[in-house]
């Protein structure tokens, strides 16, 4: 991410381009939720120490009753570089049947408040329930290979 930064002074005018390598994201499951009032799990999202984040959610195809979506627009400093993300639906799994809740996340990374849109990073973030096995699945997908995955029995 490029940012062309132009000052002036008297009758001058200087510019220089300020180049942020965008870091890879590293995404490691949490604790896995089964009910009774929400399903899914915790994910870490990782980059760097003393970052900053900020999210977007938007709805994706889901066959789940929606209980809702929860997320942060704000900018965050990162806590030793990790968003502890709360991958959840909001409702009992046993009441959910078989069905899939998926919502598209953008993070976006910089390396201060005012540059926390520098790196964007898309997740499809998926929560599966299986009525036969009574399990819900949470997995997050991201770019470069970044991936995580749990489970739990309800």
Known sequence: ?????TWTAGTSSKSIIIFIKCPQETITAGLP?????KYGAIMNLCWVCGSWARESVVLGPSSCP????IFRQEALPLQGGCYVDEVKNIGAPQNAGNCSFVTYQTMYVGPTEATVNACPYSNTQTITVNQTTRTVTTTVQGPIGAYATTSCQF
Do not use: A, T
């Not at 991410?1 to 930064?5: G, H, P």
């Not at 929606?66 to 979506?69: E, I, K, N, R, S």
């Open 1 to 5: 991410m490029d940012f062309n930064i």
């Open 33 to 37: 939720d089964c009910g009774p009032n």
């Open 66 to 69: 929606v209980g809702g979506m």
